[in-house]
C-alpha cells in the first residue's frame, strides 16, 4: 500500500511500505520512538515540508541523505519534526501538589539528615521548558529565602533542540501563563509585548537545559537524582525500550528518591524494583 497526501506546491508526496519501514526503523533504533501503523500519516505530514525544501522527492532520497550524513544535523532535524513536544505549565497537577507537599520534605529532610545540601532533580523529556519550570518555582516557593543556602537546580534533558530552544528562551504567550498561579508567575515572569510572558533570569539560571537522548546506553552521571520526573515520554516506546529505560532512571535515584511518570503510563513490570506510591509516582526503597 501506498499512502499519499497533498502536499505544498500542489504536488503528492507520497509513501510506500518500504519507505515507511525503512523511516520507522530508523526513528525506533535512534531515538526509541516506535511509530505504529496507524502514524503513517503523521509521519508523512510531519516530514513532507522539509523533504519538499530539502529537494528530495522521495522518502527514499530523504532517508538515504540522513544515513549518510557525516554528521548529525540530519538526524537531529528528523527527531525535531518527528517528537510530539506538547506540553504545558501545571500539567497533572496532583503530581505537583505530592512534589511539593510530600517529595520534596521527604528527601530534603534525608538529605540534611546526611549533612548534604544538594538536592539533585532531573526533568528528561522536558520539552519546551514549562515542567521544569514549573518544578523549579515550586522549589523556591518550598525553600524561601533557604534556597540560596542548597546547592539545587533541575537537570532537562530532551532529544528534540528545537523544543530546548524554547525551553531556554523562556518565552510563553498568555493562555500558556494562564495555566500558573499569579503569585508564582507575579515572582518569577515579566511581560514582553502584548500577550507575551519571559522568564526571569533568577529562575531560568536554575535550569541546566542539555540535549540528550533517552537511549544512550551510557547516563553521564556522577550523582545519583533524588527525584526524576520522565512524564509523558515513555508513551512513545514500546515495552522493552521502557523497561530497559526503567532501570537506568532506578539505577540513578537516590535511595528514598521519586520517579513521576505520566498519569497515562503505568511501569507494568519494569517497576520491580520502585515501590508505588501513588497514580504514577514511585519511590526507591532506603537501603
Ligand atoms: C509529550 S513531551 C512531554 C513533555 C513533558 N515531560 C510533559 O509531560 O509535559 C515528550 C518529550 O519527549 C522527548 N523525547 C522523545 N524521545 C526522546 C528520547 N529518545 N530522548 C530524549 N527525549 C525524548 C520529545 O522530544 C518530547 O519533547
Redesign the pocket.
Known amino acids: 500500500m501506498s499512502e499519499k497526501l497533498n502536499g505544498m506546491n500542489g504536488y503528492l508526496l507520497s509513501i510506500s511500505d518500504e519507505e515507511f519501514q525503512l523511516m520507522r526503523s530508523l526513528i525506533y533504533e535512534?531515538?526509541?520512538?516506535n511509530l505504529t501503523e496507524q502514524k503513517r500519516s503523521l509521519l508523512i505530514g510531519r516530514l513532507q515540508k522539509i523533504i519538499k525544501t530539502s529537494g528530495f522527492h522521495s522518502f527514499q532520497q530523504y532517508y538515504e541523505h540522513i544515513i549518510n550524513s557525516q554528521n548529525e544535523q540530519a538526524l537531529s532535524n528528523l527527531?525535531d519534526r518527528v517528537?510530539?513536544?506538547?506540553?504545558?505549565f501545571y500539567?497533572?497537577k496532583d503530581h505537583f501538589d505530592y512534589f511539593l507537599q510530600t517529595a520534596l520534605p521527604n528527601v530534603v529532610s534525608r538529605l540534611e539528615a546526611k549533612g548534604s545540601r544538594e538536592l539533585r532533580v532531573w526533568?528528561?523529556?522536558?520539552?519546551?521548558g514549562?515542567?521544569p519550570y514549573m518544578i523549579l518555582m515550586l522549589m523556591q516557593k518550598y525553600f524561601g529565602m533557604d534556597y540560596l543556602k542548597w546547592d539545587a537546580g533541575v537537570l532537562a534533558?530532551?532529544?528534540?533542540l528545537r523544543?530546548l530552544n524554547t525551553a531556554k528562551a523562556g518565552i510563553y504567550n498568555q493562555e500558556k501563563i494562564d495555566m500558573i498561579p499569579e503569585e508564582l508567575v507575579s515572582k518569577h515572569f515579566y511581560k514582553s509585548g502584548k500577550s507575551e510572558w519571559v522568564v526571569k533570569d533568577s529562575l531560568k539560571k536554575e535550569a541546566t537545559f542539555r540535549r540528550?537522548?533517552?537511549?544512550n546506553s551510557h547516563f553521564p552521571f556522577k550523582k545519583p537524582f533524588q527525584i526524576i520526573?520522565?512524564?509523558?515520554?515513555m508513551?512513545?516506546?514500546d515495552q522493552p525500550t521502557r523497561d530497559n529505560l526503567v532501570k537506568k532512571f532506578y539505577q540513578f535515584t537516590d535511595p528514598g528518591g521519586y520517579f513521576f511518570i505520566?498519569h497515562s503510563e503505568s511501569l507494568g513490570r519494569s517497576h520491580d524494583h520502585y515501590q508505588y506510591v501513588k497514580p504514577a509516582v514511585y519511590q526507591k526503597r532506603y537501603k
Open positions: 535512534r531515538f526509541g520512538i527527531i517528537s510530539t513536544n506538547h506540553t504545558y500539567r497533572e526533568c528528561a523529556g522536558c520539552s519546551s514549562e515542567e534533558t530532551d532529544i528534540s523544543a540528550f537522548n533517552l537511549m520526573f520522565c512524564r509523558n515520554v508513551i512513545y516506546f505520566g
